[in-house]
C-alpha cells in the first residue's frame, strides 16, 4: 500500500490524467447512449428550430422570449460543424459537462487539496442533475461549467491578485450570465466570498471597501458590466414581462424542497421519494448537516474556503426561494440552479475528506451513502430520461414520426394539430414527410412562438388550398384530436396509438388520412 501511494504521487500528473480520463470516458459513454433514447421536448425542440435561423435572428427572438442569447449562439456553430441531428445537438452539452468535471477537480483541488479532489471526482462525473442534463439541448451544463470556472478563475485571484486572472474572471461571469440570468446568484455568493477575504475587523467600512475594490477588482468587474451591457436592457424588459403576465411555474411549498433534494441526490421526485428512498434521504440531510457543523467548528483552517462552497450551494435555492413568494411570480425551477446542486459534489467531498478522526467511520458512511444514492440516481436518469414531472408526461415526437416513416409509400406531409408538437416533430422530419402546422390553431401569445408567427415555410395558413384531392395526409397530436379530422371530407385510411412510457397522460396520437 505505502509502495504504491509512493509510486502515485512520484507520477501524479500522469495519474491525474487516466483519473480525468476514465470519468470522461464513463459520462461521455453514458450520455452518448442516452442521448439517442428519448424524443426531444418542447425545451429543447425550441433550440433546435432557434439555431435553424441566422445570428440576428437569434438574437431577435430570444429577447421576445425569457432568455438570453449566449447558448444559442454556440449551439448554431455547433451545428455549421456536426449537422442538426439531434444526438450531435445533444453533444455540445455533453462536453460542457465534461468540462464541469474536469474543472471541478482543480477547483476542489485549489481549494482543500488533493484528497478531496479524489474525493470529488466520481461524485462529479455521477452526479445525477450533471448526468440528466447533459443530454438536455439547453444552457444548463454550459452555465454551470462558466460558473465553475469563474469560480477557479476567482479563487486564484483571491490569492494572487493579478490583472489577467481577473480579466478572465470578468470574462467567465459576463458569459455565465449571457446563458442564464441566475448566473448572477453564484457570482454574488463567490463576491461575497472573496470580500471575507480581504475585510478587517480592525479597519473602518470606508477602508475595507478601498481595499476590496482595488484596481484589479474594478477591472474585472467593469469589463464584466461592459460585456454584458448590450444585453441588459433586454432581460430587465423578460424580467418585468414574465413579472406582469404570469407564468407556468408553480408556487414554493414543500414538495418544491422534496423535489430539489430529491433530483439532487437520486432524481426522483417527492411522488418517488417512498420508503427506503424517503429514508436514505433524511439520513443524508442529518450526516450533511452533523458534519458541516463539526466540521465548522474544528476545521478553522479550511473554514474560509469551505465558506465559498457554502454560500454557492445555499445563496442560490435560497434567494430563488424568496424572490419566488407573492406577490411575486414563482421562479424556482430545480434546473435553474443545477450548479448548487453540483457543487454539493464538492461540499461532501471535503466532509468525507477533511480531517476529522474521531468521526472517520461517520465520513466514510457519509461518502459511501452519497455515492451509492448517486448511482441508483444515474440509474434513474436512465429509467425516466427526459420526463417532465410539471406536466406528469414526455414527448413522444420521435416514436410517432418512426411510426409515420415506417407506413409510407410515397411523400406524404405530416400536419401537427398544435405549435408544441410541432416543434418536437420537425426536428425527425424528412424530404418524405415534412412537417408542418396550422395557422388557425394557433395563438402566438407566448414569446416561444414568435418564430413560428413568422415563420414562411412551416405554416398552413389554408388547409383546404394546402392539400390537394386524393393526397394523402398524416395528422399528429399530443392528445385525441387527431381522431377528429380537421375537415369533415377527409376519409381515415390509419390510425397509430402511442403512449407515453411514463405518467398517465392521454396518449399521443397519428391519423392518416385521403384527401377528398
Not at 30 to 47: A, L, T
Amino acid at each position: 500500500m505505502e509502495k504504491m501511494k509512493k509510486w502515485f504521487q512520484s507520477h501524479e500528473k500522469l495519474t491525474i490524467f487516466l483519473a480525468l480520463f476514465s470519468a470522461v470516458v464513463i459520462y461521455a459513454g453514458f450520455n452518448i447512449w442516452q442521448s439517442g433514447r428519448w424524443s426531444i421536448w418542447f425545451d429543447e425542440s425550441f433550440s433546435a428550430f432557434m439555431i435553424r435561423h441566422n445570428f440576428a435572428e437569434i438574437w431577435h427572438y430570444t429577447s421576445l422570449d425569457v432568455n438570453s442569447p449566449l447558448y444559442y449562439f454556440l449551439l448554431k456553430l455547433w451545428s455549421m460543424l456536426f449537422g442538426h441531428d439531434v444526438a450531435m445537438l445533444r453533444s455540445f452539452s455533453i462536453l460542457c459537462g465534461l468540462g464541469v468535471i474536469i474543472v471541478g477537480f482543480f477547483l476542489s483541488r485549489k481549494l482543500f487539496g488533493a484528497k478531496t479532489a479524489w474525493f470529488a471526482l466520481p461524485l462529479l462525473t455521477l452526479s445525477p442533475m450533471l448526468v440528466r442534463y447533459g443530454t438536455e439541448m439547453r444552457t444548463y451544463t454550459l452555465t454551470t461549467l462558466l460558473i465553475f470556472g469563474a469560480t477557479l478563475a476567482l479563487v486564484i485571484a483571491a490569492k494572487k491578485n493579478q490583472r489577467k486572472v481577473w480579466i478572465i474572471y470578468g470574462i467567465l461571469a459576463a458569459l455565465a450570465m449571457w446563458s442564464h440570468y441566475y448566473a448572477a446568484l453564484p457570482l454574488a455568493a463567490g463576491f461575497i466570498w472573496f470580500m471575507t477575504t480581504r475585510w478587517q475587523k480592525d479597519i473602518k467600512v470606508r477602508a475595507n471597501l478601498l481595499k476590496v475594490f482595488d484596481k484589479n477588482v474594478k477591472w474585472a468587474l467593469g469589463l464584466a458590466f461592459v460585456l454584458f451591457l448590450p444585453w441588459l436592457g433586454v432581460m430587465l424588459w423578460q424580467v418585468a414581462v414574465v413579472q406582469g403576465m404570469g407564468f407556468w411555474i408553480p408556487p414554493v411549498s414543500f414538495m418544491t424542497l422534496g423535489n430539489f433534494f430529491g433530483e439532487m441526490l437520486v432524481y426522483l421526485g417527492v411522488n418517488g421519494l417512498k420508503s427506503w428512498w424517503l429514508l436514505c434521504v433524511l439520513i443524508w440531510l442529518i450526516l450533511a448537516i452533523f458534519l458541516s457543523v463539526k466540521l465548522w467548528q474544528s476545521n478553522k483552517k479550511s473554514r474560509r474556503n469551505y465558506l465559498l462552497i457554502l454560500l454557492i450551494v445555499l445563496v442560490p435555492p435560497l434567494t430563488v426561494a424568496v424572490i419566488s413568494m407573492p406577490p411575486l411570480q414563482s421562479m424556482f425551477i430545480n434546473r435553474y440552479v443545477i450548479y448548487s446542486m453540483i457543487f454539493v459534489s464538492i461540499l461532501v467531498a471535503f466532509l468525507a475528506s477533511a480531517d476529522l478522526k474521531k468521526l472517520k467511520k461517520v465520513r466514510i458512511v457519509f461518502y459511501v451513502l452519497t455515492l451509492i444514492l448517486s448511482i441508483l440516481g444515474v440509474y434513474n436518469v436512465a429509467t425516466y430520461g427526459n420526463f417532465n414531472r410539471d406536466t406528469n408526461s414526455m414527448s413522444v415526437a420521435k416514436t410517432i414520426m418512426v411510426e409515420v416513416a415506417t407506413n409510407l409509400s410515397e411523400r406524404t406531409i405530416v400536419i401537427a394539430d398544435n405549435p408544441w408538437i410541432f416543434y418536437d416533430a420537425v426536428n425527425y422530419a424528412t424530404d418524405k414527410n415534412p412537417v408542418y402546422f396550422l395557422d388557425s390553431s394557433t395563438e402566438y401569445e407566448f414569446g416561444s412562438l414568435a418564430m413560428l408567427r413568422d415563420d414562411k415555410i412551416h405554416k398552413i395558413k389554408d388547409l383546404a388550398k394546402f392539400v390537394k384531392s386524393g393526397q394523402t395526409v398524416w395528422f399528429i397530436s399530443g392528445s385525441s384530436n387527431a381522431k377528429n379530422p380537421p375537415i369533415e371530407t377527409w376519409e381515415t385510411l390509419r390510425k397509430i396509438e402511442v403512449p407515453f412510457p411514463i405518467g398517465d397522460a392521454k396518449p399521443a396520437w397519428a391519423v392518416e388520412y385521403l384527401v377528398r
